[in-house]
């Protein structure tokens, strides 16, 4: 049974990875997406619930040899795929779709992180990942209109 300090200091890292997943998907939701704010606070919320059970379990289990986090992360990755993908072919591969395919894979990486205490990792991608959603399709579309195909 886990000591009541410890338990609370995991449901800190779910709270802190719902609120760096959701802002991730607020930009998403203002941007008129269809997986935006709720599907990346449950995502990250999720990839961090697998982590923190994938890091307890290997505690508990501590005397059985094989037992290892990773592997739970690495399941989470290709679980993370599979959504992306069936985004992709239910609504098309379009440009804005394809990147809320990425989003929902980085907001898994932060919800990882996050169960795995890295904070800071987990703070400067969600950072970076909103400046990418909500700056570069800016800075991207210019230069499409400027440079190249003057697209969508």
Do not use: D, Q
């Not at 802190?16 to 997406?33: D, F, T």
């Not at 739970?72 to 379009?94: N, R």
């Not at 991608?125 to 400046?131: F, G, I, P, Y």
């Amino acid at each position: 049974m886990l000591h009541a300090t410890l338990e609370l200091a995991f449901v800190w890292r779910l709270l802190i990875a719902v609120v760096l997943g959701g802002l991730m998907g607020l930009e998403r939701s203002i941007a008129g997406k269809h997986a935006g704010l709720r599907t990346y606070a449950l995502v990250s919320l999720g990839s961090c619930l697998f982590v923190i059970a994938g890091t307890l379990a290997s505690v508990e289990l501590s005397a059985f040899s094989g037992i290892n986090p990773l592997v739970v992360a690495s399941a989470i990755v290709t679980g993370i795929g599979f959504i992306g993908a069936g985004l992709a072919a239910f609504h098309g591969a379009t440009p804005g779709e394809l990147t809320t395919a990425a989003g929902l894979w980085v907001v898994a990486a932060v919800g990882m992180a996050c169960g795995f205490g890295l904070f800071y990792l987990a703070l400067a991608t969600a950072a970076l990942s909103v400046v990418i959603l909500s700056l570069l399709g800016s800075f991207e579309h210019a230069m499409r209109v400027r440079f190249g195909k003057n697209g969508e």
